[in-house]
């Protein structure tokens, strides 16, 4: 049986000062391995303006889909993606929530 579509969620909260420009850089040198392991951005990239419910204070919120979670962990241990991307992203990044979500409604 072939694994299922995956939606990581994502929540960002940038490092003070150039965080956000260094993030914008992170996700240019992560496009061609995410590519190359079948996913793509399944949001736009949002900006959370208050939470109604609960806290959150996020800077950036988006989704990012995967063909399985095997194709996530090929492109989280790409080498090239270790050695090109994943700096940038630690610069820019804080703190971070990754969130592995289905497509399917909950219960169902």
């Given amino acids: 049986m072939a694994e299922e ?9 940038f490092k003070p000062g150039d965080g956000a420009r260094k993030y914008r850089e992170y996700l240019k040198a992560a496009a061609p391995f995410l590519r190359e392991a079948g ?9 959370p303006q208050s939470a109604l ?4 204070d996020a ?6 889909e995967y063909p399985s979670r095997a194709a996530f962990k ?4 790409d080498p090239g993606y270790l050695a090109q991307a994943l700096p940038l992203r630690e610069a820019a990044i804080r703190k971070s929530l990754l969130i ?3 497509a399917k409604a909950a219960g169902a």
Avoid: P, T
């Avoid at 579509?5 to 909260?13: H, P, R």
């Avoid at 996913?39 to 900006?47: F, I, K, Q, V």
């Avoid at 090929?74 to 241990?77: D, E, K």
């Fill in 59 to 64: 800077d950036l919120v988006f989704f990012v």
């Fill in 100 to 102: 592995e979500c289905s």
């Fill in 5 to 13: 579509k995956i939606y990581m969620l994502n929540a960002l909260w």
């Fill in 74 to 77: 090929q492109m989280a241990q």
């Fill in 39 to 47: 996913g793509r951005m399944h949001s736009a990239l949002y900006a």
């Fill in 53 to 56: 419910i609960g806290e959150f």
